[in-house]
């Protein structure tokens, strides 16, 4: 069993509507939680970060993180057809340890938001 | 002009032969990571170093070598290629932090006949 599970998808939206996007892991050493963006062609790009639990809003991205469900989530609001991308889950169990410094990476979503 | 780049962007090579695929970066990070990214799967750590005399094995480096030539160079090489290291493969960098964001080059997409 991988450490980070994220549905592959592929998912497809209308633009406008509101997109969520999951990830389970079973590492409890996680403490560090990202969303990178891959869009076609592309290497990732960080798109948001979360440090343990809790929610972080960044325009229309927010990021949730639920650490005593081992679970994380992305929501997209008001969806947009420039945000058609690969979407990867990413974590990290920071500072210590033999996996300092190192992400483990969910298989990505395929987004596409279609006009 | 990019942080992070990766030569050649693409490649089609043959069985068995000895192949490097180079990454560059201005960024002025000290550690580097080479990836591959295969559908479904994600993206797979292949090699990582976090300085010039530090390299270490990532989860998949059976079949790879590498060097770190300087802070800002890291080749990733095949020494005998075969048809399921058709992959894309990424470069990454950062800085250290217990963030550990990590910064991405344009990738090199490799096919093994």
């Known amino acids: 069993q991988k450490e980070v599970e994220q549905d592959p998808g592929p998912l497809s939206v209308p633009e406008g509507a509101i997109v969520s996007l999951n990830c389970t892991y079973s590492?409890?050493?996680?403490?560090?939680f990202m969303w990178y963006r891959q869009y076609s062609r592309k290497g990732p790009e960080l798109l948001m970060y979360?440090?343990?639990?809790g929610n972080k809003e960044d325009g229309r991205f927010t990021a949730q993180v639920d650490k005593s469900s081992k679970y994380i989530s992305l929501f997209i609001r008001d969806s947009q057809p420039s945000d058609s991308a690969t979407y990867l889950c990413?974590?990290?169990?920071?500072?210590?340890?033999?996996?300092?410094?190192?992400?483990?990476f969910g298989q990505g979503t395929i987004l596409t938001v279609h006009p | 002009d990019a942080d992070v780049t990766q030569t050649p962007r693409n490649r089609i090579t043959k069985t068995g032969k000895r192949i490097m695929l180079e990454c560059s970066q201005t960024?002025?990070?000290?550690?580097m990571y080479w990836y591959r990214q295969d559908p479904g799967l994600g993206l797979q750590l292949i090699y990582y170093?976090?300085?010039?005399?530090?390299?270490n094995k990532g989860e998949i480096s059976d079949g790879y070598s590498v060097s770190r030539q300087a802070q800002a160079k890291f080749s990733l090489s095949l020494e005998s290629a075969i048809p399921n290291q058709t992959a894309l493969y990424f470069c990454?960098?950062?800085?250290?932090?217990?963030?550990?964001?990590?910064?991405f080059g344009p990738g090199t997409r490799l096919l093994v006949l």
């Open positions: 170093s976090f300085d010039v005399k530090d390299i």
């Open positions: 960024k002025g990070h000290d550690r």
């Open positions: 990454a960098t950062s800085t250290g932090t217990n963030q550990e964001t990590q910064y």
């Open positions: 979360t440090y343990s639990s």
């Open positions: 590492n409890s050493a996680f403490q560090y």
């Open positions: 990413a974590m990290s169990a920071g500072a210590g340890g033999t996996s300092y410094g190192k992400l483990t």
